[in-house]
């Protein structure tokens, strides 16, 4: 059995190769996978798929969100001149 540390490591892992599987062929099922791998890293973070989806939401409400197709591409303050 892996201890906690190693355990969320290896997801780390698992999480990457997902990503990569996602990437070479764009298979959308691979997204399930995915998901998958981080509703576990979440419950090794202690908490539960309700509350990370309440997270994903305020973040979302606080700094918008992907439906509009838009993307941000930095978010580090210019310097006032």
């Known amino acids: 059995m892996l201890g906690e540390a190693e355990y969320v490591a290896r997801l780390d892992e698992k999480l990457a190769e997902e990503l990569a599987e996602y990437r070479e062929g764009w298979v959308v099922e691979e997204l399930a996978d995915i998901v998958e791998v981080i ?3 979440a ?3 202690g ?5 990370f989806e309440a997270l994903r939401e305020a973040k979302g409400r606080e700094r ?3 439906p509009a197709r838009l993307l941000l591409v930095s978010s580090e303050e ?3 001149t």
């Open 39 to 41: 509703e576990a890293i």
């Open 43 to 45: 419950a090794a973070r």
């Open 47 to 51: 908490l539960t798929w309700t509350e």
């Open 64 to 66: 918008g969100g992907f």
């Open 78 to 80: 210019q310097p006032q």
